[in-house]
């Protein structure tokens, strides 16, 4: 018997297999072949797989050839041979079939009724714990100049051992070949670019490097890495991105570069960046693994591999079902964890109130992803990724095929497919001949519950996880009650029963065997056997009564003696146990007796011509060894069938005998544990209704809403934001998206949807001109003073709550800027809040392309987080120099470029430069810069920059001081984007005043109201009325400071703001006057579709409602069918401080790992991570706190 988990290898000449075709005979044979035919047969001088590696001491010439012979072997998915044989010959499979003659010395290795598959692949990219540095052309780094950011390592590889050893290349093989899994994907350590991954075997013979193929793709992050941020650019996704396409670029420069120096040795060679190199050489050739954490990252990765023409894998989070249509669209291959979350506690009223109803989706639909993914034609691999231990990579894809996945499918998805994304499909994958001998065996089905994996193959080498010897019988075929017949029997002594028990199998634990000997009478004068019953069923019928046995007549019989077995063993095909015969009565030898069975099925031909049943036991042979040495022969048969063959009961007289039933195959059927085949202890899965809306969740939608071909509001109150200003009683028509025609008494087309207007009021969209909702890219980058590469509309989240929210506030476009860290920060994004729809759904698209700047406070915040001096600049007026340099550098840049373009070229050929390339869009006109400013003086300087380079700017944005300047913006032409009555939430805004707005507007400035928050962003109808309030405004001129202003500084006033003919069909229908605090948003729409009605909410609130108590309901069901997990209370006092409560970065969603609003404008020190004050400045009791002159890192 070999020990579980140990691999068995070809054995050496010294080692004779314990059953080899042939013989020794025909051992002699072959070795006279091997002479004659060396060409054909091995010589003795070779091993196999040929190496360069000196023979050591005396040559051994181990026997390679072994065949797998009876199984069933399931070559790739869907393609079965029954019964068949899998020859090997050291490392690689010889030849597959069903009829196939073995050659002389071939070890023959019984198969029959297991299943033989190919060995799994896993293409997660584990990370290995080194990772070697390497140049392109594979030699020493030491020489190469690296990188000047940490996070780009493209030349490292993890370090390969040069052999595998006993244990596997890396810490947890021996987990992954027990799931079945041979090859895998190793990676470097994480960062942006990472590196190469190997495909390395998870084992194989000790002697052999594990590398399988090297330099399998590139690995590729668009965010920062767990556990990273901090220190240098990047700190956020947006700057991932920005980095990424930098990089890109950057490596075709250089390799252009290298081309014109070889070409032209006066040409100056680039500075040697071997990571560059690499880059290089990867992007003409080579594959790149992206790393998508959710399922919007699948477009933003395809978008940058369509942008730099690269072939890409992603590797899915197991939510792209949320956005399937992405996946679709993208085309790529996908690796797709098995990861599905756990059932969530709701056993309690206020634990199922901490579950949202998005958690509650994705834990019932995440199992449904693979088949979804498989149904739309997406081409995938399922990994384990994800997964806390290997041991559950299996039950994950068995839990896929229980929802849904194709069993076929399943298997191609861990053997054939991710074989060929790693580009090893022509050495594994599939039980084919000229491949390696991965391969795995089975006691079944691989994608059914319960099946175990007996043995794995790596590279030829064996690893038994069950040794035959250990494999029992099937349960059904031993437990119950058995009559033995002992030949000879002892004289005088009854006949036997052995009764056999199961008790606490399950699919994780074989459980333990009991069983007991026992006369089936007292040991006098054998009865008749119907009076023995009688009387065993009158005792029976006692003991049920209660009765004492003193009560009992001397007479009553006595019960049967009986023997324990001890030492009971049940292997595959033998039960061995020993008994004390004395306890069975007077007749049996007294002393320790030894038993032995040979448990053999029973023969396919036993059945009768009548089809009576067939006895399991029939075929038992066996022997005891009595303590005096006389052995008798044993055999057995069921207790009830030999009742049916030897009497006549009111049973079998009203019962034909081929309708009973042996005990056995009763018990067998009954739910005892013992008894349940493999997949009823599967995890239970409970079928419910629950539908997939976008966002998953709460407020989702099943479909976007459609676009009625016409829309008439009637008799309405119609603000224009136009020349008509506001008209009573007027139509509003709408076709195809658009507004039509606006006047009274409008004629409805046919298939016109006719809203009934009366007593309401209908108004343009609002439009909010500086938002941060809608984004999961981290709002700043803040660790350069110039980050204009960065771009918000990478990071569009069209899952943010905040969406719907604002839509229930008439809110139907908004300017989604960066925030204020850097003097020139990143670009924005206009949207439209079409909530239901993907990511690029809410693009802007006709809206033109802008930047953030920002003076003043928040643009040197970054310098207190890491102490001072880290980032220039330090004060206003280093900001103005910073704007005034980066604009010279941008204009350089510029004519650079032209020169190049037009083809006046010399030198080198000048670098793309993402940051410079937006400067210059501005100075060209085709980027407008929304600016954050308070002050009087930083906002005149700032003019007079603009003015300098002839920029006009796009808006000033808070300017709470521009009342102070107003004539200065007329000059200029610059518009103001304002709070209506914010002020005081920090020193430079002390002068703020609430007239602000309405004394801009006097002066001719285009200006608008603006939220710069998620809240106030639900009620900007209201900021406009405070300019009514606050300066005597005009109500509609107040209004438009929320729909055509707002529209007019993004330049989408052509398409938007006002109620006219041919713009689109943003309009809000409010309850009552727009201004009044007393109304209420009821419906929104956005070019023609309704997104937003307080009818539609409260339907779509019931049914969520109805399915978050479906949900809850499959949660209870699933954990009732369960067995309980002990857990330990917490004590008094265990609350873990905040923290040791915070989990792990890479536990973490990536959407919760980066912040949704501007830090940098937070009203609030505790919004930011800052170093607490110097003891100095703590508060004294003679100092109240509040007392205390606030810190300059305090300000916000």
């Known amino acids: 018997m070999h020990p579980p988990g140990v691999p068995t290898d070809p054995p050496s000449s010294d080692f004779a297999p314990a059953y080899r075709h042939g013989g020794r005979a025909a051992a002699v044979i072959a070795g006279l072949v091997t002479v004659l035919l060396g060409p054909i047969v091995c010589s003795a001088q070779t091993t196999t797989p040929a190496t360069t590696r000196p023979a050591e001491g005396i040559l051994q010439t181990p026997p390679t050839l072994r065949a797998l012979v009876g199984g069933n072997v399931v070559v790739t998915a869907g393609e079965v041979i029954e019964s068949a044989t899998v020859l090997i010959d050291g490392d690689t499979i010889v030849t597959v079939g069903a009829r196939i003659d073995l050659p002389p010395g071939t070890e023959i290795i019984d198969a029959k009724g297991k299943s033989i598959y190919p060995a799994l692949v896993d293409a997660a990219g584990g990370t290995a714990g080194n990772a070697s540095r390497a140049t392109s052309d594979g030699g020493s780094a030491a020489g190469a100049t690296r990188h000047w950011n940490r996070y780009v390592t493209p030349e490292n590889s993890p370090v390969v051992p040069i052999a595998g050893g006993d244990g596997g290349p890396f810490a947890g093989a021996a987990d992954l070949r027990q799931q079945g899994i041979a090859v895998r994907l190793l990676a470097p350590p994480d960062g942006i670019f990472g590196g190469w991954g190997h495909a390395v075997l998870v084992g194989g013979p000790p002697e052999r490097s594990p590398l399988l193929r090297g330099q399998v793709a590139q690995s590729l992050r668009l965010t920062i890495p767990p556990g990273g941020g901090g220190g240098d650019f990047p700190r956020s996704p947006m700057g991932a991105v920005a980095l990424v396409r930098q990089t890109l670029l950057d490596a075709d420069w250089y390799d252009q570069a290298l081309r014109s120096h070889r070409a032209d040795s006066r040409t100056p060679a680039p500075e040697s960046d071997g990571a560059l190199q690499t880059l290089a050489e990867a ?92 149904a739309a034609g997406v081409r995938f691999a399922l990994t384990t990724d994800g997964l806390e231990k290997p041991s559950q990579f299996l039950d994950g894809v068995r839990m896929a095929v229980r929802r849904g996945l194709d069993r076929d499918v399943a298997l191609a998805a861990v053997t054939t497919i991710p074989a060929q994304l790693l580009g090893v499909d022509d050495r594994v994958g599939s039980v084919s001949s000229g491949k390696l001998a991965n391969l795995i065996v089975t006691d079944g089905d691989l994608m059914r519950h319960g099946t175990e994996v007996l043995e794995t193959w790596v590279a030829g080498r064996r690893y038994r996880w069950k040794p035959e010897a250990d494999l029992p019988p099937p349960t059904g075929m031993v437990a119950g009650e058995w009559k033995v017949a002992l030949e000879p029997a002892p004289a005088n002594t009854p006949p036997v029963v052995m009764t056999l028990k199961l008790d606490g199998k399950t699919v994780a634990s074989p459980g333990k065997w009991s069983g007991e000997l026992r006369a089936k009478t007292p040991p006098t004068d054998a009865p008749d056997p119907a009076a023995t019953d009688a009387t065993e069923q009158a005792d029976s019928d006692q003991a049920d009564s209660g009765q004492a046995k003193s009560d009992q007549p001397e007479t009553q019989p006595k019960k049967p003696a009986a023997g324990k077995l001890s030492d009971l063993l049940v292997q595959r095909d033998r039960l061995t146990a020993s008994f004390d015969a004395e306890t069975l009565g007077p007749g049996f030898p007294p002393g320790l007796a030894r038993l032995s069975v040979l448990l053999l099925p029973p ?565 930011l991570p800052l170093p607490p004050p110097p003891a100095e400045e703590l508060p004294t009791a003679a100092q109240p706190a509040a007392a205390q002159p606030a810190a300059a890192g305090a300000q916000p």
Not at 309 to 314: D, E, K, V
Not at 338 to 367: G, K, Q
Not at 1159 to 1167: E, P, S, T, V
């Open 283 to 374: 992007i003409r050739s080579g594959r790149f693994i992206v790393d998508c954490p959710n399922e919007r990252f699948i477009g933003r990765a395809d978008a940058v591999g369509r942008e730099f023409a690269l072939s890409l894998i992603l590797r899915g989070s197991g939510r792209e079902y949320r956005l399937l249509d992405s996946a679709v669209a993208a085309g790529r291959p996908l690796l797709i964890p098995v990861n599905f979350p756990a059932v969530p506690d709701v056993e309690t009223i206020a634990d199922a109130d901490d579950v949202s109803l998005t958690e509650l989706m994705h834990w019932y639909l995440a199992p449904e992803n693979p088949s979804r993914l498989a």
């Open 603 to 1167: 023969a396919a031909t036993a059945a009768g011509a009548d089809d009576s049943p067939v006895d399991p036991a029939t075929g038992w042979l066996g022997e005891v060894l009595w303590a005096d040495g006389v052995r008798s022969e044993l055999r057995f048969a069921t207790v009830a069938a030999d009742a049916a063959a030897t009497t006549e009961s009111t049973a079998s007289a009203t019962k034909p005998e081929a309708d009973a039933e042996p005990a056995a195959d009763a018990d067998a059927k009954k739910p005892a544990a013992a008894s349940e085949s493999a997949d009823s202890k599967a995890p239970v899965v409970v079928k419910i209704d629950c539908p997939i809306n976008r966002p998953l969740g709460a407020a989702g939608l099943p479909e976007p809403p459609a676009t009625p071909a016409a829309v008439l509001f009637r008799n309405a109150t119609v603000w224009t934001c136009a020349a008509d200003g506001i008209l009573v009683g007027a139509d509003v028509l709408v076709i195809d998206g658009k507004i039509s025609a606006v006047g009274p008494g409008l004629t409805a087309p046919e298939d016109c949807l006719v809203v009934d207007a009366s007593g309401k009021h209908l108004t343009p969209g609002i439009i909010d001109c500086h938002s941060h909702i809608a984004t999961d890219g981290g709002v700043n980058e803040a660790s350069r003073a110039v980050t204009a590469d960065c771009r918000i509309g990478d990071f569009i989240d069209h899952t943010d709550i905040s969406i719907y929210r604002q839509l229930a506030g008439g809110v139907t476009t908004a300017n989604i800027l960066h925030g204020s860290a850097n003097p020139i920060g990143g670009q924005n994004q206009v949207i439209k809040l079409r909530w239901g729809s993907d990511p690029d759904g809410l693009r802007f698209k006709e809206a033109p392309a802008g930047i953030k700047f920002a003076l003043g406070e928040n643009v040197k915040r970054d310098t207190w987080r890491e102490g001072s001096g880290q980032r220039y600049p330090q004060s206003r007026m280093g900001v103005e120099q910073l704007l005034r340099d980066r604009f010279l550098a941008a204009r350089e840049y510029d004519a650079a470029q032209r020169a190049w373009q037009s083809g006046r070229r010399s030198g080198l050929p000048p670098r793309r430069d993402l940051r410079l390339e937006a400067l210059a869009e501005v100075l060209r006109g085709q980027r407008w810069v929304h600016c954050h400013s308070y002050r009087q003086d930083e906002i005149a300087a700032l003019l007079e920059v603009m003015t300098e380079f002839n920029v006009q700017i796009g808006t000033l944005q808070h300017i709470l001081e521009g009342y102070k300047v107003a004539e200065a913006l007329a000059e200029h032409q610059a518009m103001a984007s304002t709070f209506a009555d914010w002020w005081a939430y920090k020193f430079e805004v002390y002068d703020a005043i609430p007239f602000n707005a309405a004394v801009m507007a006097q002066r001719g400035i285009v200006v608008s109201m603006n939220s710069d928050d998620q809240e106030l962003g639900r009620h900007l109808n209201i900021e406009a009325a405070k300019a009514v309030r606050y300066g005597g405004a005009g109500e509609q001129e107040a209004f438009k400071m929320v729909t055509l202003n707002p529209a007019r500084q993004l330049r989408i006033d052509d398409r938007v703001g006002s109620i006219e003919p041919g713009k689109d069909a943003d309009l809000v229908l409010w309850s009552g006057r727009p201004l009044s605090t007393l109304s209420r948003c009821e419906q929104t729409w956005i070019d023609g579709r309704p997104y937003f009605s307080r009818d539609h909410a409260a339907e779509l609130s019931r049914e969520q409602a109805e399915l978050r108590t479906r949900l809850i309901r499959a949660a209870l069901d699933v954990k009732k069918n369960r067995p309980a997990t002990k857990t330990t209370p917490k004590a008094a006092g265990d609350d873990a401080s905040p923290g040791e409560a915070q989990p792990p970065q890479d536990r973490i969603a990536e959407e919760d790992r980066w912040p949704r609003v501007d830090l940098y404008c937070a009203a609030r020190r505790g919004h």
